[in-house]
């Protein structure tokens, strides 16, 4: 209530919360950055400026604050595949790997000239992917203790890379940038392999659904397009598009996606898209994709 606390000892200190979160209930008192889940731990991260909050995924309590753990506000960030450490871009271009139970810093890689969009991380390899808005992307190698690895370096993008996603079922890495194209390279021979430019937005996600040999496209001018990979027949080519409309109404079951010609409105901006997981236990199992958009929609 009064945003005060004392400790006492062989005198008594007072200290007050100095940030002004004007009586509302909020995450953080800064813009926030990123989000992350830690499924190993059942906890939140979420990130502001140049701290990173931890929650509890069962109650929503916070129980750590790893503050001011990099000296330039962070721009991007992601975790590693054993979730124990966050791998951290920031606004100079500069990228390193922090404890995450303490902020400590462990590995510095090699940097940007500019701030860094996007970060991800190979599963069950030790590499990370790391890009900027100069449209660089870099595959580093996270040695722990020796000294990090430039793996491979690319710039196909002729503006910043606003998104990435890596497969490895297909061994392919897929960047989309603010050039409206999408790239792809071959992450066996470390090798730029194809691009997509047919785009007329700025691009806002990517995913794969391996098995199917597919990747979606989503952009800031609110279409959704689907690209069959090798090693399909119809590699590179377009096999779908619709329109993000927002729907009305109630809806039994699930959606059947009218053609292209059939959806009418103006379309909603993306933000994010992603296919849900398969089970394995059935090839007739149907995917499903999950979109966010600009006006809130999930």
């Not at 209530?1 to 004007?22: E, I, T």
């Not at 020796?146 to 990435?164: I, M, N, S, W, Y």
């Not at 397009?225 to 729907?247: A, E, G, M």
Request: hydrophobic share 40%; with cysteine; aromatic share 10%.
């Amino acid at each position: 209530q009064h945003r005060r606390l004392a400790a006492g000892g062989s005198n008594v200190m007072m200290f007050d919360y100095m940030d002004d979160f004007n009586g509302e209930s909020v995450t953080d008192t800064n813009q926030i950055t990123d989000a992350l889940y830690n499924p190993r731990a059942g906890e939140f991260y979420t990130v502001s400026k140049s701290s990173v909050k931890a929650w509890r995924a069962t109650s929503g309590s916070l129980f750590r604050v790893l503050r001011d753990i990099t000296q330039h506000e962070i721009t991007a960030i992601c975790m590693s595949d054993n979730c124990r450490k966050l791998y951290i871009g920031d606004t100079l271009g500069k990228v390193a790997a922090h404890n995450l139970n303490s902020g400590m810093l462990l590995t510095v890689f090699q940097a940007h000239a500019t701030d860094i969009s996007c970060l991800a991380v190979w599963p069950g390899t030790n590499k990370l992917f790391s890009a900027s808005w100069d449209g660089v992307v870099k595959i580093q190698s996270d040695e722990r203790h020796r000294r990090p690895q430039l793996k491979a370096e690319f710039q196909k993008h002729r503006d910043g890379v606003t998104c990435l996603a890596c497969s490895p079922e297909l061994m392919l890495l897929a960047t989309g940038g603010a050039d409206m194209q999408v790239c792809l390279y071959d992450l066996k021979t470390l090798k730029f392999e194809h691009s997509f430019s047919r785009m007329q937005h700025v691009i806002s996600g990517l995913d794969f659904l391996g098995t199917r040999c597919l990747l979606v496209v989503a952009d800031q001018g609110g279409y959704i397009s689907l690209w069959r990979l090798r090693p399909h027949p119809d590699k590179w080519t377009r096999v779908f598009y619709f329109k993000n409309c927002q729907i009305h109404g109630t809806l039994d079951g699930l959606v059947t996606l009218p053609v292209p010609a059939d959806i009418h409105g103006t379309p909603v901006p993306l933000t994010t898209v992603r296919f849900a997981p398969l089970d394995g236990t059935s090839q007739m199992q149907q995917p499903l994709l999950y979109t966010s958009d600009a006006k809130g929609f999930l």
